[in-house]
């Protein structure tokens, strides 16, 4: 056997690793499907990802004990999503609220059960076209769907993730399904599953 | 509740977020407003939109391994004479039996991925049942996480506790060695040898401590020592072997066992260590 020569190695930093594994990798799927959501695509899920948890890693002294990991790390995600792709993040205001409104307004009267309402209106949608127009939504709306509708966070939740007032959770969570809806029925009007009139 | 509010909040109720108060406000203006009415409809299919058709998916295996091999780089960046995951273990206490089991089951783990010495290599004491050859195999399946430790703990003294539960049938020695992280011991049996074995972990080095009855050390069928061994431990308890430069092992006699260590240590190093008696 040869013999080790070791040189002082600093227990802090053991200390920090394990502590780092132990707190942020049981949260790596959440941030996953975010980052999937996000970008729409494995390759990109997988550095933002990469990213992320680096960051996380080497900024581990900042993060504050006891505090909401999961929103410190999806943050990190948030920025550096940000900061990579450099979306805009304005609200587009070319979606005709108004085509859903009328839309709505003609088969209201037939139904008021969401359930008959998504097979009159959705009934062949594929799945792949509702994780499309998800995609599809505006950085800041997308966002609280994700973290309301696929991760079932509390508004409280989402607002220390996004870091804004609830009431600002509250509108982009009502524009963002609204907006999701509008895609929603374009499509369907496309696939001429609704008549267009 | 006029209708704007209505709406504001037409997503808190289907979220089950609705202020406290609010909700019988909210019901009676949708009780008496159609549009509200619409409106929760359409918020309430939007999410079960969601919901049904976008899937939570586990992180795929190859980015979840890519990442953490990943943070590994940067920790090994940050110590860049790692020599293994088991280190990052050692400054963790552990006090609870919960606590322990689970630091076994992860040193498991860790301890698969560890580099193994070579040392099925050594041909010196090449015959099976050679007490040295046997603490060689042993230190080698401990690396290799093949065996594994019954119990560990921070307190190697409290390990006495667990061989005397053991029924070993000899007084096991407990070594007490200076800056020892944790350590770790497991009690066996094999053709009728009982068999006690103490793990080290001291910085970044393993002892490994291999105790059998002196009765069956040097009266026994089923291990051997070397003649030169025998002599020393009689004469002065000790025995380091100096014919062969590979073989870094020490051994000593206790009144009721003999015991062998092995390390990663160097000899000397690890002399030093044990204390004189
Ligand atoms: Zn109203
Ligand atoms: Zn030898």
Known sequence: MTPVVQPVVSRSTKKKHTEFEAEALPHMDVLYNFALRTTGNQDDAHDLLQETYLKAYRFWDKYEKGTNIRAWLFRIMKNSYINRYRKETKEPDKVDYEDIENFYNTIRAESTDPNDLQK???????GDEVTKALQGLPDDFRTVVILCDIEGLTYEEIAEFVECPIGTVRSRLHRGRKLLQAELIEYAKQQGMIKDD | MDCKEAQQFAGDAIDGSLPNGLEEELQAHLDKCKPC????????????MVRQNVKQIPTPRNIRSSILKSLRLEFEQLEPDQESWLASLFPLRVVTPALAAGIVTTLFFLMVSTRVDPLYQMTAHSSSNDIIHQSFANFALLQAGIMLPAMVTTVPESMGDFFRKSDLQFGVDIPKLRNCDWSGGSASECSGVKRAHLFFKIGSESVYVFEVSDDDALYGTQISLPLAAKRALAQSG???????PDCNVILWKTEEAVCVAVSTMKKEQLLALLPTR
């Open chain 2, 37 to 48: 009415r619409g409106e929760v409809v359409l918020e309430k299919l939007s999410k079960d």
């Open chain 1, 120 to 126: 009159q209106l959705y009934g062949n949608l594929l």
């Open chain 2, 238 to 244: 000790w025995y380091t072997d100096p014919s062969h």
